[in-house]
């Protein structure tokens, strides 16, 4: 049922050819299908399936209107006319769609693999190991705390260090002197040893932010998509990144249209397994909103439900989506092949023993097990996540290592400032 959800509609006309007039209705497009379906009788004007697409093109008729045309096999050519918001909208979105079925693996060899696989034990020994990972993330941040708490520790350190240093160099001042210190004590040493230290404190800082910023920028996943800045009217062929710590709307061109920062994220918004809308809210300006559909959209969505759980709001408009698995329009299409090759199998009486060496290619297909696609889906969405959980725990490790060289020198200089005044105080003794 949800199958027949259209993903995107358009008020448009189709042009019946028979009848040599255009019939005013809607274009949809659906996980495997295109279909218009006319306003006054409510009846499917056109149907196909996307992995019947030939061509797609934006033409003119009659060399004054401009039209879409999808030609489909058989030379069979589909006219579509007056769409709003406009042609170019529709056809990039439809294009997108149809293109990533056609460079879909899946669409290849539908239903034919011959070889054998265990979906569930994969499953269940990737979700043990994403397992493992989730707490290996805990306890390494659990060890970052650990590490802050020492660094503070470390400053206040610093600080009565600093103090003592001040209290000694009254002590060792003579007793009619009425300041703190000896008026031949030039304050050349301590201004070097302020800027050797501001110094060591910069570089370790820029190091730090150097080696978080080379962590957040790798990308966890890239997918094409159709991208807009708010409304319909403006869909352009585009790409999302999801990053460690953003999000990245790009052009074809792979020029950046705007970064999400992940602490700047307000919503995001899902309309269906493929279409989502990222918003970052402002006061006293316009929010700036993103639309982005896609046909990999579900790659993506597994990652971002992990990293922005509270942020993720689902619409009405998803709950229709909800009665099969969310997957790629390019993976349910060759359900039907399928259904219609298990029901010939099983109507096909095997025999019980075979000899070694006479099975048929067919009857090797039947007894060996394979991937579902739903498993392989789900597969997919769980190495995703496995993925995000590897590079958040890299970026983790690399400011720890920095927090770590902190640490040791800020260590060395405390040991170097507590001989110094070990060695003043035993003089005054």
């Known amino acids: ?31 495997t299908m295109v279909r218009f379906i006319s306003n006054q009788s409510k009846e499917s004007l056109a149907s196909f399936r996307l992995s019947r697409i030939i061509e797609i093109k934006m033409e003119s008729s009659s060399f004054i209107f401009s039209t879409l045309t999808v030609l489909e096999e058989g030379n069979m050519k589909h006219w ?63 060890q970052g705390e650990q590490f802050d708490d020492m660094m503070q520790g470390l400053e206040k350190i610093d600080s009565d260090l600093g103090v003592a240093d001040k209290l000694l160099s009254e002590l060792e001042s003579p007793a009619w002197w009425p300041f703190g210190k000896l008026p031949w004590k030039t304050q050349q040493e301590a201004k070097a040893e302020d800027a050797a230290r501001a110094a060591a404190s910069a570089a370790a800082s820029a190091a730090a932010s150097a080696s978080r910023g080379s962590g957040k920028s790798k990308v966890i996943s890239s997918i094409p998509a159709v991208v807009s800045k708010g409304g319909d009217s403006d869909l352009k062929p585009g790409c999302l990144l999801v990053l ?45 909103c993103y639309r982005l559909l896609s046909a990999k959209m579900p790659e993506a969505m597994s990652v971002l439900e992990m990293q922005y759980k509270k942020k993720v709001e689902f619409t009405n408009e998803y709950t229709a989506f909800k009665a099969t698995p969310v997957s790629s329009p390019c993976d349910s299409e060759g359900t039907t092949w399928n259904e219609g090759l298990l029901q010939t199998c099983q109507e096909t009486e095997l025999p019980l023993e075979v000899p070694a060496g006479e099975l048929s290619q067919l009857q090797v297909h039947v007894l060996q097990p394979s991937v579902s696609q739903a498993e392989a889906q789900e597969l997919k969405q769980m190495l995703m996540q496995l993925k995000n959980l590897a590079l958040e725990a890299e970026t983790e490790l690399e400011r720890q290592d920095e927090v770590l060289d902190v640490l040791t020198s800020s260590t060395d200089r405390a040991t170097m400032h507590i001989e110094k005044h070990t060695c003043r105080m035993k003089r005054l003794l």
């Open 80 to 142: 579509f006319g007056s769409l709003k918001p406009n042609r170019v909208v529709v056809y990039n979105v439809l294009e997108h769609f149809w293109r990533e079925r056609l460079l879909s693996p899946g669409s290849e060899a539908r239903g034919a693999e011959s070889e054998p696989s265990k979906g569930r034990e994969l499953i269940t020994l990737v979700a043990g190991a994403q397992r493992r990972l989730e707490d290996t993330g805990r306890v390494l941040s659990h």
């Open 1 to 31: 049922m949800s199958r027949d959800v259209p993903i995107h509609s358009w008020p448009g006309s189709y042009y019946i050819n028979s009848e040599k007039r255009w019939e005013n209705g809607t274009l949809s497009l659906t996980r």
């Open 244 to 288: 460690v710590s953003s999000l990245e709307v790009r052009d074809t061109n792979c020029q950046l249209l705007h970064r999400f920062e992940r602490n700047e994220i307000d919503e995001i918004r899902v309309q269906s397994p493929y279409e989502i809308t990222v918003r970052q809210r402002f006061i006293g300006k316009p929010d700036i």
